[in-house]
């Protein structure tokens, strides 16, 4: 799995929705990958691509916003989206999860036969 791979399915993520770092992992076929999703993400803060792959969207998988960078600018961009965030930074996942949706879109391109969509055969 490559950086690009992990970005390629969080660009996915519907806008006023979230998916985890291990929900992501599980679209690109590696589920045990959830800490090399956020490398992935982490690595966005210093790249000229940060405004283009959503990486915002991606929270931990009890539905908290982990990350310890720019919690509050996460915060804000989801809120400005129409997620709910609490006071504790949490997110309810039964309301706001994107992996279902992420997967559907994943199928679909992979029965079109998109090359270009490495996510859906597994990155």
């Known amino acids: 799995m490559r950086f690009a791979d992990v970005y390629r399915v969080v660009r996915l993520i519907p806008k006023g ?3 985890s770092y291990s929900g992501v992992a599980r679209q690109c076929g590696r589920p045990r990958s959830a800490r090399y999703v956020g ?3 982490h690595a966005l803060l210093r790249s000229p691509a ?3 792959v959503p ?3 991606v929270i931990n998988a009890q539905g908290r916003i982990s990350n310890q960078y720019a919690p509050e600018e996460q ?3 989801l809120e400005a989206e129409g997620v ?3 006071d504790d930074l949490r997110v309810d996942m039964r309301l ?3 992996e279902l949706i992420v997967r559907q879109k994943l199928r679909r391109s992979a029965t079109r036969g998109r090359p270009d969509n490495r996510a859906a055969a597994g990155c």
């Open 96 to 98: 706001f999860d994107a």
């Open 55 to 57: 990486w915002w969207r």
């Open 17 to 19: 929705m979230v998916m």
């Open 75 to 77: 915060r804000r961009r």
């Open 84 to 86: 709910i965030v609490g």
């Open 50 to 52: 940060r405004d283009r």
């Open 39 to 41: 490398f992935a993400l």
